[in-house]
């Protein structure tokens, strides 16, 4: 069975920046897996951030945060980055890792929260004006 671990969220000025690690744990069966990172603001739905499948080099973002985040993945350490650079007040969220096991590229890259099967248990970002 998978885990994940977020960690490095924390309390930031806005203009400044986070990194985001996700730990993966247990075995990946699948060679068609998808990892992505959400993000959930208290009385907000929850809302893909960014995803990226296990075979492609392409990694897909909400529009609100296209040219300020960045994700990626080291395989040999089996953990997930969320980069984020120039945060926002409106980015203050806890942020959580997610996993589907074994998905297509389209259902990954889709970022809908019922595409993504295994979850992390969070960590809090917190942006200040």
């Known amino acids: 069975q998978v885990q994940l671990v977020e960690s490095g969220g924390g309390s930031v000025q806005a203009g400044g920046s986070l990194r985001l690690s996700c730990a993966a744990s247990g075995y990946f069966y699948s060679s068609y897996y998808c990892m992505a990172w959400f993000r959930q603001a208290p009385g907000k739905e929850r809302e893909g951030v960014a995803a990226?499948?296990?075979?492609?080099?392409?990694?897909h973002y909400a529009d609100s945060v296209k040219g300020r985040f960045t994700a990626s993945r080291n395989n040999t350490k089996n953990t997930f980055y969320l980069q984020m650079n120039s945060l926002k007040p409106e980015d203050t969220s806890m942020y959580y890792c997610a996993a589907n096991l074994e998905t297509d590229y389209r259902t990954c890259i889709s970022l809908r929260p019922d595409a993504l099967s295994v979850w992390g248990q969070g960590t809090l970002v917190t942006v200040s004006s």
């Open positions: 990226i499948y296990s075979l492609s080099d392409i990694t």
